[in-house]
Nanobody, 127 residues
Framework: QLQAFGGGLVQAGGSLRLSCAAS????????MGWFRQGPGNEREFVAA?????????YADSVKGRFTISRDTNAKNAVYLQMNSLKPEDTAVYYC?????????????????????WGQGTQVTVSS
């Protein structure tokens, strides 16, 4: 129901834009988030956006470099613009959706609070 795509291989300092598209149901009233899991690491929060698109949250490690946004019309797609990429950004990136919860950082930054997950897309940043 959620599909992430747009990953790839990029050199350090480069940019990528990830997309997450929904199918089979609408997520327009759901908050959406991006998480990532690097080799040997646990899944970690990257960014989240409220269902209105007016509130966004970022992990400190990506703040100022990544931007999360969602489709302004149907709000059924979410994007992650990643600039100034670093080798430590290498990971599988997942999008997720959560509904019926207050869109605070403490809620949206925790993966167990999400109801739907897409398959991941690999991002590899070479030095």
């Amino acid at each position: 129901q959620l599909q992430a795509f747009g990953g790839g291989l990029v050199q350090a300092g480069g940019s990528l834009r990830l997309s997450c598209a929904a199918s089979g149901r609408t997520f327009s009233s759901y908050a959406m988030g991006w998480f990532r899991q690097g080799p040997g690491n646990e899944r970690e929060f990257v960014a989240a956006i409220s269902w209105t698109g007016r509130t966004t949250y970022y992990a400190d490690s990506v703040k100022g470099r990544f931007t999360i946004s969602r489709d302004t019309n149907a709000k059924n797609a979410v994007y992650l613009q990643m600039n100034s990429l670093k080798p430590e950004d290498t990971a599988v990136y997942y999008c997720a959706a959560t509904g019926g919860k207050v869109a605070t950082m403490s809620i949206l930054s925790h993966s167990p609070n999400y109801d739907y997950w897409g398959q991941g897309t690999q991002v590899t940043v070479s030095s």
